[in-house]
């Protein structure tokens, strides 16, 4: 497996700890092959073949491909840009899938000592789109509605007393008309593959969203991190489960995601958490 992206797989190394929705609704892992050619000690480009989107089977008997290139060319800066390119869809084996995230990370402050002891900003900006099988990449036409993606999420970390605390603020958008990276609410047991009728994926429904959030960190040494966090999210369509819950009243009930008389699960446009963590590294 092979983690791509901003967000870490491990929330230890993370400066937060819900991720913007282009962490959440993009690619988390691959499995298969990861080719690493390290140019210089600043630059390396890594070629994958791999099973598909984010997945550990391989659809359609064809490998999905992709590169990751990575530049640091100083302890500043750190420059990532990730691309995939597959034809995944169970079922549908002319459609294919093309993604392109890409992001920067930036220090700007650096003097331990002081009260403010570190700044750094990242920027992470992801583009997408499928095409075939009934859909178009770009713009909707008749009877191929348009499926892509679009989104971006930036945050700001800052270090405090010898780097006894710490502050993330940040937050991001997302446009994706066709749902196709849309995580699937669980109403029902729903997944991603049994869907449900209560949130349709079809091509053409759209989905848009944003979040913000505020993150705090007590860190008592190199082990251990204290996190309590502020969410605030926003979508256009009811997506977030409210206090009446997605689970039917006797739980859930036949085949996953099914329809279930008499039940409708209590979706939001709208949610606000917060989050307290004990994060620990071994």
């Not at 966090?229 to 689970?247: D, H, L």
Request: proline letters at 6%; hydrophobic letters at 35%.
């Amino acid at each position: 497996m092979s983690y791509v992206g901003l967000f870490s797989y491990y929330n230890f190394d993370n400066w937060a700890y819900q991720p913007s929705y282009v962490s959440s609704n993009t690619p988390w892992f691959f499995n298969g092959i990861r080719i690493q050619i390290f140019l210089n000690d600043k630059l390396k480009v890594e070629p994958w073949i791999v099973n598909g989107w984010q997945s550990y089977g391989m659809f359609n008997s064809a490998p999905g491909l992709g590169a990751q290139i990575l530049w640091r060319p100083n302890g500043a800066i750190s420059v990532l840009s990730n691309s995939y390119y597959g034809k995944d869809w169970l079922n549908i084996a002319n459609r294919w899938r093309l993604h392109s995230d890409n992001s920067i990370e930036v220090k700007y402050y650096d003097h331990p000592g002081g009260g403010y002891d570190k700044g750094a900003i990242s920027f992470t900006g992801d583009l997408g789109c499928e095409g075939g099988g009934g859909v178009s990449c770009i713009s909707s036409g008749t009877g191929s509605p348009a499926q892509n993606f679009k989104g971006f999420m930036i945050y700001n970390r800052s270090w405090f007393n010898h780097d006894l605390f710490g502050l993330t603020i940040g937050g991001g958008a997302m446009s994706n008309p066709g749902r196709y990276v849309v995580l699937m609410p669980p109403i029902n047991g729903a997944t991603a593959l049994s869907g449900t009728p209560y949130f349709t994926e079809n091509a053409g429904d759209q989905f848009h969203a944003w979040d913000a959030s505020m993150t705090f960190d007590y860190m008592p040494d190199q082990f251990v991190t204290f996190r309590g966090e502020w969410n605030y999210r926003q979508a256009s369509v009811p997506y977030f489960a409210g206090a009446g819950g997605v689970t039917p009243p006797a739980g859930n009930t036949g085949p996953a995601g099914s329809f279930v008389p008499g039940f409708s699960p209590d979706l939001r446009k709208t949610e606000t958490r917060l989050n307290f963590a004990l994060l620990v590294k071994f």
